[in-house]
């Protein structure tokens, strides 16, 4: 069964302050997709990373991919009150069969 | 909005009965996908349909079934519903079945079982 551990699943921040969420598995998956799902709604996908040691920025988030494709983080930068969210990562292991992990809920405080 | 539109968005039932669910994809999407969301068990896989055919099955219960129609909207019908069955559910939508799809979520459909 693939599982993907996902830390930490709480974290309340200042504003201003940087973070990192890490995604973990023992397996390895054709991609990785980041999610960001607020109350009431649907996960809204941030980004995908496809190859090993891929890096991706998307204003102040930057997600990487490890090198044996199990593992991945997502770091933010100077975070700001609406960056306030559950972020989700999800391993693509057959054809869009995503498989999520936890979640980590995020506060960022003003 | 994600363009996948999902009915209803509440629901409350008894113990027992059954329900369904119902998920219109974004236009031009052929694979529908449902997935299920509870505080315990976080977002599972159900199940995945591609332009009318079962594709992929996950966690899906034997009292859950599901289809997809010629005009490829979904239904996920939910039978002798028990207390735990209470969740979000979601249907998500995408134009191609293999990996590396992007796949858009509808804003899902809160299941309350008493």
């Known amino acids: 069964t693939q599982l993907l551990e996902q830390s930490p699943q709480f974290l309340s921040i200042q504003e201003g302050e940087n973070l990192t969420v890490y995604c973990n598995s023992s397996s390895v998956f054709s991609s990785l997709q980041w999610y960001r799902q607020e109350p009431g709604e649907g996960p809204v996908l941030l980004v995908t990373v496809v190859t090993g040691g891929e890096v991706k920025k998307l204003k102040r988030l930057t997600f990487q991919f490890g090198d044996a494709r199990k593992d991945s983080s997502l770091h933010i930068t100077a975070a700001q009150p609406g960056d306030t969210g559950l972020y989700l990562c999800a391993g693509d292991s057959q054809g869009g069969k995503l498989i999520f992990g936890q979640g980590t809920e995020l506060s960022v405080k003003p | 909005d994600s363009g996948v539109t999902q009915t209803p968005k509440h629901l409350i039932t008894a113990t027992g009965q059954r329900v369904t669910l119902r998920c219109s994809p974004r236009?031009?999407?052929?694979?529908v996908y449902w997935y299920q969301q509870s505080l315990d068990q976080g977002l599972q896989f159900l199940i995945q349909y591609y332009n009318g055919e079962e594709r992929a099955k996950g966690n899906i219960l034997e009292r859950f079934s599901a289809q997809q129609f010629p005009d490829l909207h979904s239904e996920l019908n939910l039978s002798s519903l028990e207390l735990g069955d209470s969740a979000l559910y979601f249907c998500?939508?995408?134009?191609?079945?293999?990996?590396?799809?992007?796949?858009?979520f509808g804003e899902g459909s809160w299941l309350t079982v008493v």
């Open positions: 998500a939508s995408s134009v191609a079945s293999g990996s590396g799809n992007t796949i858009y």
């Open positions: 236009s031009g999407d052929l694979s």
